[in-house]
């Protein structure tokens, strides 16, 4: 067993630091879309908002995965549908927010990592 093996399982066996884990890593998903945009972008990288929504939201599905896990939850479906929500939530709280917008093609790029995120951690489970 590796590392990270090692270290999921280990969470799985304690809810409420997983729990505790997860909840706060969604409230800096919200803080840090709160953070307004008042000056453009000094460097244009193609893609780059996608790819922070992909990797952001794989994050946020793998812990929440291992939160259900740790109650002994293997809803998948229920962890893409609460990641996803979430990220729709967060894009409607952006607009909101002086100098960020709505985005359904952020909406998409969540949904994607969230996907990314719960396969992820489902792969060692199936093998």
Known sequence: ????????????????????????????????????????????????????HVIEYAILGFLLLTAFRSIKRNEVWAVIALACLYGVSDEIHQSFTPGRFCDVFDVLADCAGVLIGVFTGRYKRVE
Do not use: C, D, G
Not at 14 to 34: D, G
């Open 1 to 52: 067993m590796n590392f990270l093996e090692k270290l999921i399982a280990w969470m799985e066996n304690r809810p409420r630091v997983i729990w505790s884990i997860t909840i706060m890593y969604a409230l800096l998903i919200f803080y840090l879309s709160s953070i307004p945009i008042t000056q453009p972008q000094a460097l244009k990288i193609p893609y780059i908002t996608t790819i922070e």
